[in-house]
Structure formats: C-alpha cells, structure tokens
C-alpha cells in the first residue's frame, strides 16, 4: 500500500539554524500539506500546497517557513532560524484533493528538538 | 480556530470492553474524520463521516455525528489491548477547504 514517507525521524537543531524536513507523498496525490504537533498538544494545520503555490497557511506560519515542491516527488519544509519554541512533532500529509472526501494519509513524522 | 475537542481526555477500560469518545465541534463542517496515533508514531485515518450521513461502521468501529449538536461520537467495540492509543477527531470544514482541524484527543488505555 502507498505511503507517505518523511525524513529524518529525527532532527536535532541548534536555536538560530535553518532546518529542511522533507517528505515524499503518495504519488498520484496532489494536496500536500504540513501539520505540526507541540508535545502533548492538538495536532496544527501549518500549511498545505497545491499545484507548486500554497493554497492556504496558518497563522502559525509565518515568514520563518517556506515550502517548496522541488521535483516531482519531494515536498519540504524549510525553517530559517529556528526557535526553542519550533521543537515539536512535524507531520507531512497527502490526499487526491478534487473529488476525493478529504482523507488524508499522514507520514510517520519529523521530531524536531532545537536546543 | 481550532475545532474539535474531544471527551473524555483520558480513558481506561479493560480489554472486551466498549470504548465511546466523544468530539464537538463549532463551525459547519463537509466531513468530519477519525484518526488513531500509537504513542509517538504518525496519524493514522480510521472512519469518515459525511455531513448528510449519521452513522457509520468499519469493522469494530461505529461512528454518529449530530450536526444540529455539532457533536460526534466514536465507539470501538470488544476493545483490545493494541487498541490503545490517542484518538483525534478532525473537521473538514467545506468541500473545497482540504485542511483539517484536530481536537486535543483521547487517550484510550486498553488493559489486558
């Protein structure tokens, strides 16, 4: 079965550094989309793209991040100088988008510490 | 705004047993969804429920939403310790606004 895949699992940063997460949706997917996930907190739309431009963004996202479709099969998400409060769980998500019901298939996730 | 807060937080049955959570939402809604996450691990989706349909069934999940209550319910039957895990309702607000919106969650401890 298709899945969405993320990298790394695991991101240790230092505060002020840029940071890349990166993810590969499901291949016939053309909705993407990041969420983050602050420990212990709700899950949070930060941003989701479509057709190479965001479609829609959170408040959350702020001039700090940018995504970026750079071929055909990688989406990522770039922090510029990362805060203490950037630590969280970054989770990468993909649907069919027009006619689909809006399901989406979630990656396994980032863990961003920035210390 | 956030959508979706879901009742109890925190839930512990023994294994056999029926676990009922509950979400309620604000604004109007295109389908509202259920996803499971395993301690430190990704989403994943479980039922989804349109806005014109009241209930529905995947296997031991049954799913009601109320949408003059702006309330959903999620029952798993015959629980089962790999059951356990944190459910999150989310919200699909409209037919062509895909981003979701997650409630705080339940955690469901299944006890063997």
């Known amino acids: 079965e298709p899945e969405v895949t993320q990298t790394p699992s695991h991101q240790v940063t230092q505060m002020g550094q840029e940071v890349i997460l990166r993810c590969v949706p499901i291949?016939?997917?053309?909705?993407f989309y990041w969420y983050r996930q602050i420990l212990g907190q709700k899950v949070e739309f930060l941003v989701s793209?479509?057709?190479?431009?965001?479609?829609?963004k959170s408040e959350i996202f702020d001039d700090q991040f940018s995504v970026e479709r750079p071929d055909g099969s990688n989406f990522t998400l770039k922090i510029r100088s990362t805060k203490l409060e950037d630590s969280a769980m970054y989770f990468c998500?993909?649907?069919?988008?027009?006619?689909?019901?809006?399901?989406?298939?979630f990656g396994p996730g980032t863990r961003l510490t920035v210390t | 705004s956030q959508q979706g807060e879901e009742d109890p937080q925190a839930l512990s049955i023994q294994e056999g047993e029926n676990a009922t959570m509950n979400c309620s939402y604000k604004?109007?809604?295109?389908?509202l969804q259920w996803y499971r996450q395993n301690s430190g691990r990704g989403l994943v989706h479980l039922i989804l429920i349109r806005s014109n349909e009241r209930e529905k069934h995947s296997g031991r999940l049954r799913v009601t939403l109320d949408t003059s209550k702006k309330s959903s319910s999620l029952l798993i039957t015959a629980s089962r310790a790999a059951d356990t895990a944190s459910y999150f309702c989310?919200?699909?607000?409209?037919?062509?606004?895909?981003?979701?919106?997650f409630g705080a969650g339940t955690t469901v401890t299944v006890r063997a």
């Open positions: 989310a919200t699909k607000p409209s037919l062509n606004d895909y981003k979701l919106s």
């Open positions: 998500a993909s649907n069919v988008g027009l006619g689909g019901t809006g399901e989406q298939y």
């Open positions: 604004t109007s809604i295109n389908n």
């Open positions: 793209f479509y057709n190479n431009e965001i479609s829609e």
């Open positions: 291949s016939n997917h053309l909705y």
